[in-house]
């Protein structure tokens, strides 16, 4: 599942090939990933208008159009953009074809068509459902106000720091390589750390991203940004990794678990349970 580095990944390769297109044709295979309207009121809203920009929040992907008009695209667990110079073959899964003036194409596919599109406009997208929900990315988060969501929650700090409503863009991979950075267990309780600790994790977390963005993210299944690109981050993994028996610090093993039903990787001698 694409996680922050990975979206703005995406969003980034995508402004390199589609910006100031202008959108000529829009083919819907799939109508169940298109949200709250019919497909006729999404056709009547995107033909003819122009990509201005492309921006994330969290791991929403903002399209802005002309005349106001803002898509709204979340990949979830498989969701993939291909962009073709000409007209092309449709690839397998695909889901939506965007067909601009110039005949080349955007095309999204998702093999488990869980992906999601909604359309808003410049007034009320971030007002409104999905986005008026999602929290500050880590580099931007009020470290008080997380604090207070967590001091008095026996849910593990591995599960709250997921939710995506307390901090945006952290996924199952971060998490783990970030409580391993922290030297915390994931199995802590949030009620039993410090606003300092809480702090120290959501800065390491947004560290560890920063620099997975500027390696094209993480690949660890399937994960590409687009046509087939994918990142380096999994190389760079410290614990997160199938691949990693052992502890790059201490050389113990390190073990794997299910955290409300994610798998977790953690090394138990490193990281304390407070
Ligand atoms: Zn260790």
Do not use: W
Request: charge should be positive.
């Amino acid at each position: 599942m694409p996680e922050l580095p990975e979206v703005r990944v995406v969003c980034k390769a995508l402004r390199q090939k589609v910006l100031h297109k202008r959108i000529k044709d829009l083919v819907i295979l799939k109508e169940k990933l298109f949200k709250e309207k019919n497909v006729a009121d999404f056709k009547k809203a995107l033909l003819n208008k122009e990509i201005l920009n492309i921006e994330n929040r969290g791991k929403h992907i903002i399209i802005f159009l002309s005349d106001n008009i803002v898509l709204l695209s979340h990949l979830r667990m498989e969701g993939k953009y291909r962009y073709y110079d000409k007209p092309s073959p449709e690839d397998s899964h695909l889901m939506a074809r965007f067909i601009f003036e110039d005949n080349s194409e955007l095309h999204y596919c998702d093999s488990r068509m869980f992906g999601t599109f909604y359309l808003r406009d410049l007034d009320n997208y971030n007002k409104i459902l999905p986005l008026s929900k999602v929290a500050n990315e880590p580099n931007s988060v009020n470290i008080d106000e997380v604090y207070k969501k967590l001091k008095h929650s026996d849910v593990s700090i591995k599960t709250k720091l997921l939710d995506q409503e307390i901090v945006s863009g952290i996924g199952n991979i971060y998490i783990d390589e970030a409580l391993f950075a922290s030297k915390i267990s994931p199995l802590t309780k949030s009620s039993s750390l410090s606003k300092e600790q809480i702090a120290k994790i959501i800065k390491n977390a947004g560290d560890i991203m920063e620099i997975s963005f500027q390696k094209g993210g993480t690949t660890l299944f399937s994960y590409e940004s687009l046509n087939n690109q994918e990142g380096e981050y999994q190389n760079f993994l410290k614990v997160h990794n199938d691949k990693l028996k052992e502890c790059s610090v201490c050389h113990n093993p390190t073990k794997k678990i299910k955290v409300n039903q994610r798998g977790t990787y953690y090394c138990p001698h490193c990281q304390k349970e407070y």
